[in-house]
């Protein structure tokens, strides 16, 4: 004998009835750590060890959720970095401020696919302002044009503005300019030349 068709009302109750098909379970949060080790890869001179974090880049990597460094860390941080700072054993403080253009200029060095062989430039005007004749630069730093005008050229000018370039952690927790000397990134010749940049009266910095 052939059954009876189900009333639709009766298909529609059974078929909101049955269990809902669970969602897929959701990816674990992976740290930020993870995700940058996952995302780069080794070239050439930028190896993986770049992901490592010193003690003040992990200071100042905190999320913005905690708030700022807080203060007594951040004076622990200065004067830690202030005890890296080395000085030239000449003495000398200031260079050639046309090489110290041409360095500010340069944004060569420390990429994959520059030769390590080849001396890095500093970028500076990535940030800065220095020249008044070169019309394109950053804003992220301050301006420096007429830095040596305002200041003057005298030794402890000279010697701030070498430890600052050196490793401007020494002076400002968490900054966001790099450590051109503490991370041998310019040579102590190179960081005398922009000293020059900045002070020597002749410089297109200071006209």
Request: glycine share 8%.
């Amino acid at each position: 004998m052939r059954s009876a068709p189900l009333p639709l009302l009766t298909v529609l109750a059974l078929a909101c009835a049955a269990p809902a098909p669970r969602p897929p379970a959701p990816e674990p949060i992976r740290s930020y750590q993870e995700v940058l080790r996952a995302s780069f890869k080794a070239r050439g001179q930028a190896g993986l060890d770049r992901l490592d974090q010193d003690p003040v880049q992990a200071a100042c990597s905190r999320p913005p959720s905690d708030g700022p460094l807080p203060e007594d860390a951040a004076a622990k941080l200065v004067a830690a970095q202030q005890a890296t700072l080395v000085y030239p054993a000449d003495g000398v403080l200031m260079g050639d401020w046309k090489k110290g253009e041409a360095i500010a200029q340069s944004g060569v060095g420390m990429q994959f696919s520059d030769d390590p062989k080849r001396p890095s430039g500093g970028n500076c005007y990535a940030c800065h302002q220095l020249s008044a004749k070169e019309v394109a630069f950053g804003t992220l730093g301050p301006s420096l044009y007429q830095y040596g005008k305002m200041r003057g050229q005298s030794e402890a000018m000279q010697r701030y503005t070498y430890g600052r370039i050196y490793n401007p952690q020494g002076f400002a927790p968490c900054s966001s300019m790099p450590r051109f000397g503490h991370q041998k990134i310019l040579t102590p010749e190179q960081i005398k030349d922009v000293v020059a940049l900045l002070l020597d009266p002749g410089s297109p910095v200071n006209q």
